[in-house]
């Protein structure tokens, strides 16, 4: 049985993606998850996939966010961005962030079947106007996502709430830990990124963001 994950908070997009995998894969078994939070359980239980679509834009991510703590954990599954952001230069970095597929969400239900059985055989697939050379001007973000891989899943998900613009006494509450305990973590996060302080953490972490589309 072929399991394919969908990481998606719009439920309506979620039911076309299903009716996609439907078309491709008969006997597939579908998880489905709306957050990050929701990725973080599966994660903690070691779940095992075949194939990931994963929407850029859920609560809990922040821009690539999303694609850096799912290619780390499932290093060897294939991956396919499914996002209304259509640039070019998005597409290429989901690319450079470790995606092996980009679908955008205007896509038809057959272009849809097409792309998912051409990324699950091995092929990388994505609009055919992101088919040219990789841009020379595209920056080199191989650091950062070394980076934000390093950090626990709970250093992770202080660093979502510090690009929120939370304050620790707010990420304490969220998390029902002391604010001693959010410090300790955010000493730990500007460490391994190599910054000093929030701001400079924010800064950093700039090349994760993406505008939302304005659809969302």
Do not use: C
Request: overall charge negative.
């Amino acid at each position: 049985m072929t399991r394919i994950l969908i990481a998606d908070d719009h439920p309506l997009f979620r039911a076309a993606l299903r009716q996609a995998v439907a078309s491709s894969f008969a006997d597939a078994r579908i998880i489905e998850a709306d957050s990050l939070a929701a990725l973080e359980r599966l994660g903690q239980d070691e779940a095992v996939f075949d194939l990931i679509l994963l929407d850029l834009h859920m609560p809990g991510t922040h821009g690539f966010s999303g694609l850096v703590y799912l290619r780390d954990i499932y290093q060897r599954v294939p991956l396919a961005v499914i996002s209304a952001n259509e640039e070019v230069a998005v597409i290429q970095r989901a690319l450079h962030f470790g995606a092996d597929g980009f679908i955008p969400k205007s896509a038809s239900v057959d272009a849809m079947t097409e792309a998912l059985e051409r990324i699950m055989n091995g092929e990388r697939w994505v609009p055919a106007k992101a088919r040219g050379p990789r841009p020379p001007d595209l920056a080199d973000y191989t650091a950062m996502r070394e980076r934000i891989t390093s950090l626990t899943p709970q250093q992770f998900r202080v660093m979502g709430m510090l690009l929120e613009g939370m304050q620790n006494k707010v990420i304490a509450y969220e998390l029902d830990v002391s604010e001693a305990t959010v410090k300790a973590h955010m000493t730990a996060i500007f460490r391994k990124l190599g910054v000093r302080n929030r701001t400079q953490a924010v800064l950093a972490l700039k090349d994760l963001a993406i505008e939302p589309p304005g659809d969302l």
